[in-house]
């Protein structure tokens, strides 16, 4: 997935949960039903959809159907693809003071 205009917003915005971290690390292993997600937590079946109804929305992970239950599965690329924008857009920022000191060095 690429990420577009606002999908970091939502990617970290997702990543700010420790239960939504922990829940992607263990989907990024294997796909894991919602079933046996939910089982891992100490909280209900729903809040847990919920947890990951946000990841979802990020594109940070999809959803199969296989017959009565949901497969959660990892999707690294666009984990990448956001940490990578995120920096390249911090690069540019030291690149471009790292320039400026250089060049107030010249000037002494």
């Known amino acids: 997935m690429v990420v577009g205009e606002g999908g970091?917003?939502?990617?970290f915005?997702?990543?700010a949960d420790a239960t939504?971290?922990?829940i992607l690390a263990r989907v990024f292993r294997a796909g894991m039903s919602v079933t046996a997600l939910a089982r891992l937590y100490p909280m209900s079946f729903a809040a847990v959809q919920k947890h990951v109804a946000v990841l979802e929305q990020a594109g940070l992970v999809t959803k199969e159907r296989r017959g009565r239950e949901q497969i959660v599965h990892g999707e690294?690329?666009?984990?990448r693809g956001a940490v990578g924008n995120l920096m390249d857009a911090y690069e540019q920022i030291w690149r471009h003071r790292a320039a400026r000191i250089a060049n107030i060095l010249e000037e002494e």
């Open 20 to 22: 939504r971290r922990d």
């Open 76 to 79: 690294p690329d666009t984990l």
């Open 13 to 15: 915005h997702a990543l």
């Open 8 to 11: 970091e917003d939502r990617i």
